[in-house]
């Protein structure tokens, strides 16, 4: 009864659960036995067989969480199975399996932070961090720091600076020996030197960026005991634009870096981090990433190029995989390296994969 319920909600918050999963082999008194933490999310599994009240059982149960303002979800499985059978059916697997990933993407983010470095870019509503939205809804802390603690934590070195050479010494051989031909007219163009000295700001930034996210046990040792704490924040975003990047490098490559499944560090889990503290967009990648555990690519649509457009331009009528046109996505920032195509799954085909499946090879 209700004493057990009691008992078993205090196991849980002990050993940190974060979503339940009700099977009963019997009626089990619906509202004496329930989980009653409004926090929790919630399913019942209604098994589905003639000596069990699975349907019934079911039916009373989300009804008692209805009337009490519990949202809980139903599962029941198609076919009628025997009462010793242990065999999960496969229509119930997927169900099971649904419910406990999302389920447990919205315990991951509870109480953690969103972690807005400047203020709104551009005027982009979606730069207008909302913290009613992320406490009332997700259960999420806003942070929001002045992005001049990046200037200072570069100019009064408050990094790890045995790891700033490290990652310079990874963004040498892999980004700054592919760099890009520079376009702009001559009298704007940045000498080698000034390139150089922008390549290694930029590295900084991600070092900054990262630490303000998460913390850093290295800082303490430093000295700086609160700086070394971080924000506690599952992801985050950076204005950039336009008071920052009118004169200072952009958080292009920190961002790319900070989205991506691998850095100089090697393999490791995606942070997630939006272009222009675009929170809503933020949001939305951290949404895919919990629950998919791959990265997530920042990109704007800018154009969808129909089949008629392509061949007016192009004079080329297009087939195959272009036979219905294309959207054209051009990059405003954290575009992640896991979506270059390098990554591929056992079939040969093109995927993002979660880090912890991610080899060698398709880093290098």
């Known amino acids: 009864g209700v004493k057990e319920a009691a008992l078993c909600a205090e196991k849980f918050k002990k050993e940190g659960v974060g979503l339940t999963l009700s099977v009963t082999p019997c009626w089990c008194y619906g509202s004496e036995t329930i989980d009653m933490d409004p926090l929790m999310p919630k399913a019942v599994w209604g098994f589905n067989g003639t000596e069990r009240p699975g349907a019934v059982y079911l039916s009373a149960a989300l009804a008692v969480h209805n009337q009490k303002g519990l949202p809980a979800f139903g599962i029941y499985g198609k076919n009628v ?10 229509d119930v697997k997927e169900k099971l399996l649904r419910f406990a990933r999302a389920g447990l993407a919205v ?59 490290k990652a310079l010494a990874w963004t040498k051989e892999n980004c700054m020996s592919r760099e890009g031909e520079d376009f702009n007219p001559e009298h704007l163009k940045h000498s080698r030197e000034q390139k150089d000295k922008d390549w290694e700001f930029v590295v900084k930034m991600t070092l900054v960026m990262r630490d303000l996210m998460i913390g850093n046990s290295k800082l303490d040792e430093m000295g700086f005991g ?9 992801a985050g975003g950076f204005q950039g634009q336009r008071q920052w990047t009118d004169f200072l490098p952009d958080g292009d490559f920190s961002e790319a870096i900070l989205n991506s499944s691998f850095d100089w560090n090697g393999k490791r889990e995606a942070f997630t981090f939006a272009t222009e503290d675009d929170h809503l967009n933020g949001i939305s990648m951290l949404f895919n990433h919990l629950l998919t555990n791959t990265s997530q690519m920042f990109a704007d649509v800018r154009t969808y190029w129909s089949p008629e457009a392509i061949e007016r331009v192009s ?24 979506g270059t195509g390098q990554q591929s799954d056992k079939d040969g085909n093109p995927v993002m994969k979660p880090f912890w499946e991610i080899t060698d090879e398709e880093v290098s």
């Open 315 to 338: 004079g080329w009528k297009p087939d195959g995989l272009l036979k219905d046109g294309a959207i054209h996505l051009i990059n405003s920032g954290s575009c992640t390296l896991d």
């Open 81 to 90: 199975q025997d009462v010793g059978d242990g065999a999960i059916p496969d």
């Open 107 to 165: 315990a991951i983010m509870r109480g953690k932070s969103y972690l807005a470095i400047g203020s709104v870019s551009m005027g982009i509503g979606g730069s207008m961090v909302n913290p009613d939205f992320l406490q009332d809804y997700l259960g999420m802390r806003t942070e929001q720091v002045d992005a001049s603690e990046v200037l200072r934590r570069i100019q009064l070195e408050i990094y790890d600076k045995e790891e700033f050479e």
């Open 226 to 234: 609160e700086e070394a704490l971080g924000h506690n924040a599952i």
